[in-house]
């Protein structure tokens, strides 16, 4: 089965820094989903401000399906998280693995 990295790159605002480390810390602890293999979030070298989700699931299936098993928090963090952004500057990509 071939693996899917989903990623979201964005920025947000310096004011807003602490409030987006508070609601990413509670976010990783609460995502956990059946095929969801690693979620990790990076700030891009040399780029202050600006981060970068990684959802790495186990399959297109466990992908597709991960909206649907979303808890109504979870919602409500990635909700916060697009109000802390930027305008324009969020960019998504789906990867996926290519096998022999």
Do not use: W
């Amino acid at each position: 089965m071939a693996k899917v990295i989903f990623s979201i790159q964005y920025e947000i605002s310096e004011t807003k820094k602490n409030d987006y480390f508070s609601v990413i810390r509670e976010l990783k602890s609460l995502l956990k989903a059946e095929g969801l293999e690693n979620y990790s979030v990076y700030e891009l070298k040399g780029k202050s401000n600006h981060f970068q989700e990684m959802y790495l699931f186990s399959s297109m299936e466990a992908y597709e399906a991960f909206d649907d098993n979303a808890n109504e928090r979870i919602n409500i963090l990635i909700n916060k998280i697009s109000e802390m952004t930027n305008d324009n500057t969020t960019k998504y990509s789906t990867l996926i693995e290519i096998e022999d």
